[in-house]
């Protein structure tokens, strides 16, 4: 089986850190060395949706617009989607808020 590039190098580094392969490879100064990846060495993995088509579970998103637009009340919407409504909740018809 033919290794790529980065994987050679991935197991160089391991191989000079006595296998530890969450330790980056540095170079001869001890200052670590940046691993480039192809995109074409990666394989496309499924994403999760938490609004299909809009909000990947798991992922950063920038919500910008200007003053009044709506960016606070769709994060609260979104908020109560995820978690409850906390004045439903089981906690607060019992005076645990």
Request: net charge positive; proline share 5%; aromatic share 4%.
């Given at each position: 089986m033919t290794r790529t590039k980065f994987e050679q190098k991935r197991q160089q580094a391991g191989a000079a850190t006595g296998g530890k392969r969450d330790a980056p490879p540095t170079d001869a100064n001890g200052h670590a060395k940046l691993l480039v990846r192809p995109m074409s060495e990666l394989k496309a993995q499924p994403v999760r949706y938490f609004v299909?088509?809009?909000?990947?579970?798991?992922?950063l998103h920038l919500i910008a617009g200007?003053?009044?637009?709506?960016?606070?009340?769709?994060?609260?919407?979104?908020k109560v989607l995820h978690f409850g409504h906390p004045e439903l909740s089981p906690a607060a018809t019992t005076g645990l808020v």
């Open positions: 299909p088509g809009r909000f990947a579970k798991g992922k200007r003053d009044g637009s709506g960016k606070s009340t769709l994060l609260r919407t979104l």
